[in-house]
């Protein structure tokens, strides 16, 4: 498995990293104890020899005192407390190496020393008190061997073996400290290099070892990526790529019969989008011949609406040719003739729609006052906006308005929206109507006093079947259709309708057209 030989491979490295780290250690902590050893030989080689040194000059303080009687005391004091001194930092070195060997003949040394110390102070003190009628030259001598013996033991000779002794005790040390340092240094030098070679043998080892399988996988990876699922990785063993290698296998297996399905299912797709292609070239057939049905039924309907319309009109005008009286009546006649006129148009329209399946309207373009045509819808709409008990106010222009365009349309646009306002007026109320000028053309404006359209109806109303919430509850059966139409009949003049709600409640069509670029002479 390659994770345990990687796992091993570092561990080893590992190993072998502590294994160096721990011979760093040892070799710093005897390199230090070397040091320490060595700096407290040194140490007390030094003392020793400036205790040796102190002890001679105090011999020749004392000799100069004898000699000459004008040594100065404070001389002699100084150098005795130097060599207390230099005993006492003896001791202290001395107690840091216990358990070293010679350590309890360091000890005895120096009590002798000490021991030696004090007579040599004492016996200074008493050459300078001599006895009545003492021997000078005797007591010289006795001071002189104070100085250098004690106890049957020569002093010169002790202080001299001990600072040889020391000095080589610091050479000794010397050289174990360099013997330590040279072993941690070959020892650290052996490691890192087997390190080294660990780490080489496993780089070679592992790029050997890896190379063949990752140059299989990318190669099956190439081909699946190209398509092809028949490739397969050749890969066997019990490894980590060896796994990925089957998966890839299973994966490319499971791909290639996806890739057989989606064919077979295609295939049948095809057969079925055949099949349904079919379906809907009869259903368009069947439409077709519905569509030509409708336009037969709407001929004979278009053909059967325009006899009565023809009877309504004919009628009216034979009784407006009778003697004048009864204007009322007659009025309400020539309504009647204008209203048999404008449906007659809308039979006409109907038929030409049923021959030629188009919704275009045809226009018969003129100029046109347009306060006249504002006039006659308003009249138009009296009758129905008294029976409904609204107010139907028209304000004349000051000025001719004058426009181009089919009279009969106009006045069918104008009259689409008087009658959704006389409808969604409430009784009392009033529906005002007024031609006003603009820069470029002349406006149509209605207010009504109804229930109006929300800004979110307003976007909506001239969709054909769009009908406000407010309108389809005064009025369910209405169709939507008017504004529409009007909008229709208001572009092919050039122009435009637009709602928006009033501050005082109630909704404002706004009719546009463009003015005739010539005025027509009254």
């Given at each position: 498995?390659i ?6 491979a ?6 072998l990293a ?9 070799g710093?902590n ?12 040194t140490?007390m080689w ?13 011999k020749?303080?004392f000799a100069?005192d ?5 040594a100065d005391?404070?001389?002699?004091d100084r150098?005795?407390?130097q060599?207390?001194g230099?005993?006492?930092?003896l001791?202290?070195?001395?107690g840091?190496g216990a ?15 000490d ?10 003190l008493?050459?300078e008190?001599?006895a009545?009628?003492?021997d000078?030259?005797a007591?010289?001598?006795?001071v002189?061997?104070?100085?250098d ?7 010169r000779?002790?202080l001299?073996?001990a600072?040889?002794?020391?000095q080589?005790v610091?050479?000794v040390?010397?050289?174990g400290?360099?013997a ?16 080294l070679?660990l ?12 190379d ?43 791909l ?9 299912l ?20 069947a439409?077709t011949?519905?569509e030509a ?23 009216a ?6 003697p004048?009286?009864?204007?009322e009546?007659?009025a ?5 003739v204008?209203a ?7 039979v006409?329209?109907?038929l ?5 399946g ?7 373009r003129r ?9 006659r819808?308003?009249a138009?709409?009296?009758?129905v ?5 609204v107010?139907?106010?028209y304000r004349p ?11 009969e349309?106009l ?19 009033r ?12 406006l ?8 109006g359209?929300a800004?979110?109806e307003?976007?909506q109303?001239?969709q054909p079947g769009?009908?406000g919430?407010?309108a389809?509850?005064l009025?369910?059966g ?5 504004l529409?139409?009007a909008?229709?009949i208001l ?8 709602l ?11 009719l ?11």
């Amino acid at each position: 498995m390659i994770r345990t030989r990687l796992a091993l491979a570092f561990a080893l490295v590992a190993l072998l990293a502590v294994a160096q780290a721990l011979a760093a250690w040892w070799g710093a902590n005897a390199a230090a104890d070397y040091a320490e050893r060595r700096l407290a030989a040194t140490l007390m080689w030094g003392e020793y020899l400036a205790l040796a040194g102190d002890k001679q000059r105090l011999k020749v303080w004392f000799a100069q005192d004898m000699l000459a009687g004008d040594a100065d005391p404070a001389q002699r004091d100084r150098l005795v407390k130097q060599m207390r001194g230099s005993l006492a930092r003896l001791r202290e070195l001395a107690g840091q190496g216990a358990g070293s060997p010679g350590h309890a003949q360091d000890l005895a040394g120096l009590d002798l020393v000490d021991r030696n110390i004090e007579a040599l102070r004492q016996a200074v003190l008493s050459a300078e008190r001599p006895a009545a009628g003492g021997d000078a030259a005797a007591q010289w001598r006795s001071v002189i061997r104070a100085f250098d013996d004690l106890s049957g033991q020569d002093m010169r000779e002790m202080l001299r073996e001990a600072v040889v002794h020391k000095q080589a005790v610091s050479e000794v040390e010397n050289r174990g400290l360099a013997a330590t340092l040279a072993g941690v240094r070959q020892g650290n030098a052996g490691l890192a290099l087997g390190v080294l070679l660990l780490c080489a043998a496993a780089v070679v080892y592992f790029v050997r070892t890896l190379d063949r399988p990752f140059a299989a996988l990318a190669r099956l990876t190439g081909q699946l990526g190209r398509g092809d699922f028949q490739a397969r990785s050749g890969l066997a063993g019990r490894d980590e790529f060896a796994r990925i290698g089957r998966l890839l296998d299973s994966m490319a297996a499971r791909l290639a019969q996806a890739q057989a399905d989606s064919a077979a299912l295609q295939q049948q797709l095809d057969a079925l989008v055949g099949e349904r292609t079919r379906a809907v070239s009869q259903a368009y057939q069947a439409l077709t011949g519905a569509e030509a049905r409708r336009r037969q039924f709407l001929a004979e309907l278009s053909h059967e609406l325009r006899t009565p319309v023809t009877v309504i009109r004919g009628e009216a005008e034979v009784a407006l040719r009778q003697p004048a009286g009864q204007d009322e009546g007659r009025a309400a006649l020539a309504r009647i003739v204008d209203a048999a006129t404008e449906l007659g148009g809308r039979v006409q329209d109907l038929l030409d729609a049923a021959r030629a399946g188009a919704a275009d309207y045809a226009f018969e373009r003129r100029p046109l006052a347009l306060a006249a045509i504002a006039e006659r819808a308003c009249a138009q709409m009296q009758a129905v906006a008294r029976h409904r008990g609204v107010a139907l106010d028209y304000r004349p222009p000051a000025d001719a308005a004058w426009v181009e365009g089919d009279s009969e349309r106009l006045q069918q646009a104008l009259a689409v929206v008087l009658d959704n306002a006389v409808r969604y007026s409430p009784a009392g109320g009033r529906v005002e109507v007024q031609v006003l000028a603009e820069d470029a053309g002349w406006l149509l404006q209605v207010d009504d006093e109804g229930p109006g359209l929300a800004e979110d109806e307003i976007e909506q109303a001239f969709q054909p079947g769009f009908r406000g919430r407010a309108a389809a509850g005064l009025d369910p059966g209405g169709t939507g259709l008017g504004l529409c139409i009007a909008q229709r009949i208001l572009a092919a003049h050039g122009g435009s309708i637009a709602l928006e709600a009033r501050a005082g409640g109630g909704l404002r069509a706004t009719l546009a057209l463009p003015a005739l670029a010539e005025a027509v002479p009254a």
